[in-house]
């Protein structure tokens, strides 16, 4: 099995890499929890003064991966502990990105939706490419037709 993330340095920058093209690099458990493993060990990199998440593939993120979340709701619960369990851990996640002391940058070259749109928000920027689909009718660099939180 391939790394879901790889990690390469450079002249102090950092670049993860979301390696699940065929899955459309879906947020999976697995995903979640090596991303996390790498965002731990950046806290404590002084070396490290910027990082840069991208993806491998068409995709930057399709989001949760909903093979897995289907498969839970065969459980007892009906998945309800898996799926709350899999969602904090996606929170944690999304924090940890925040929390990061290195300024982080969504490389973002195709589609983006659910937690993979909310990956790439966690980020300090996102630079699009100019054929990533966008939620919102606008040309690249020009704001969002309505305020936003981000």
């Known amino acids: ?4 993330v790889l990690r390469q340095d450079q002249d102090g920058i950092a670049t993860l890499t979301l390696n699940a ?17 790498h965002l731990a060990d950046l ?3 002084a070396s490290v003064r910027v990082v840069i998440l991208q993806a491998e ?3 930057f993120s ?3 991966d909903l093979r897995e979340i289907a498969a839970a709701q065969g459980s007892a619960d009906g998945g309800a502990a898996e799926i709350a369990s899999l ?16 300024p982080v940058i969504a490389s973002v070259q195709g589609v983006a939706t659910a937690a993979g749109c909310q990956l790439a928000c966690s980020c300090d920027l996102i630079v699009a490419a100019e054929t990533a689909p966008r939620p ?3 040309r690249a660099g020009s704001p969002p037709p309505r305020p936003s939180s981000f």
């Open 57 to 59: 593939g068409r995709a």
């Open 87 to 102: 969602f904090a851990l996606c929170s944690r996640l999304m924090q940890a990105v925040v929390a990061l002391p290195q």
């Open 136 to 138: 919102w009718p606008c």
């Open 43 to 45: 806290v404590a990199d």
């Open 62 to 64: 399709a989001g949760h």
């Open 1 to 4: 099995m391939t790394d879901l």
């Open 21 to 37: 093209p065929a899955r459309l690099n879906a947020l999976s458990r697995a995903m979640l929890v090596a991303l996390q493993a």
